[in-house]
């Protein structure tokens, strides 16, 4: 069903009234106060971009409840994942790069190349290799962790992180070379 013209205009109205109460809403579902702007906000932006498929405007209470339950819900799972997913870093790194070649060059490359010239290079690097290294390095994932969330054989993993380590322990080498010239 298309809304067109004053009914339209008519729906965006009522819709910015209802702000407060969406605000009510989704404190009384549970959105913690950190996130309670964002939830609110995104709410309200997922309402006007449905505005027509609301079939009767005096059930617009309803309908704005059941966005912000369902919004309040996904936000919650996702900090929750994110909670659950936390590693912590200063046993880091528990498997791989067990050499002392590795951490010898790694903090060599730390002093020679830039964090933006690295972010470069990481990618450039072949996907899944790049989101395998951001995973491990950027947000300090184990290779376990990594291989459940990409939904991929630990094995693969492991193999795709090695060779994606040494295509980038080359860029960083002939960077190195290029600036000693």
Same mark, same amino acid.
């Given at each position: 069903?298309?809304?067109?013209?004053?009914?339209?205009?008519?729906?965006?109205?009522?819709?910015?009234?209802?702000?407060?109460?969406?605000?009510?809403?989704?404190?009384?579902?549970?959105?913690?106060?950190?996130?309670?702007?964002?939830?609110?906000?995104?709410?309200?932006?997922?309402?006007?971009?449905?505005?027509?498929?609301?079939?009767?405007? !005096?059930?617009? +209470?309803?309908? %704005?409840?059941?966005?912000?339950?369902?919004?309040?819900?996904?936000?919650? @799972? $996702?900090? *929750? /994942?994110?909670?659950?997913?936390?590693?912590?870093?200063?046993?880091?790194?528990?498997?791989?790069?067990?050499?002392?070649?590795?951490?010898?060059?790694?903090?060599?490359?730390?002093?020679?190349?830039?964090?933006?010239?690295?972010?470069?290079?990481?990618?450039?690097?072949?996907?899944?290799?790049?989101?395998?290294?951001?995973?491990?390095?950027?947000?300090?994932?184990?290779? !376990?962790?990594? +291989?459940?969330? %990409?939904?991929?054989?630990?094995?693969?993993?492991?193999?795709?992180?090695? @060779? $994606?380590? *040494? /295509?980038?322990?080359?860029?960083?080498?002939?960077?190195?070379?290029?600036?000693?010239?």
């Amino acid at each position: 069903m298309r809304v067109i013209g004053d009914e339209r205009l008519f729906r965006e109205k009522a819709l910015c009234e209802k702000i407060g109460m969406v605000r009510d809403f989704a404190a009384i579902c549970g959105a913690s106060k950190e996130e309670l702007d964002d939830i609110v906000q995104e709410v309200m932006v997922e309402a006007y971009q449905h505005l027509d498929q609301l079939k009767n405007v !005096k059930d617009m +209470a309803g309908w %704005l409840f059941i966005i912000t339950k369902n919004k309040v819900n996904r936000t919650y @799972r $996702a900090r *929750k /994942r994110r909670e659950r997913w936390e590693v912590n870093l200063e046993n880091y790194p528990e498997d791989g790069m067990n050499e002392a070649s590795d951490y010898q060059a790694w903090s060599a490359a730390e002093n020679a190349v830039s964090d933006e010239m690295l972010c470069q290079m990481i990618e450039r690097l072949k996907p899944p290799g790049s989101e395998i290294i951001k995973l491990r390095f950027g947000a300090g994932f184990k290779l !376990k962790e990594i +291989a459940e969330m %990409l939904d991929m054989n630990y094995n693969t993993v492991k193999t795709i992180e090695s @060779r $994606a380590l *040494k /295509r980038l322990k080359k860029m960083i080498e002939s960077e190195i070379a290029r600036d000693e010239r």
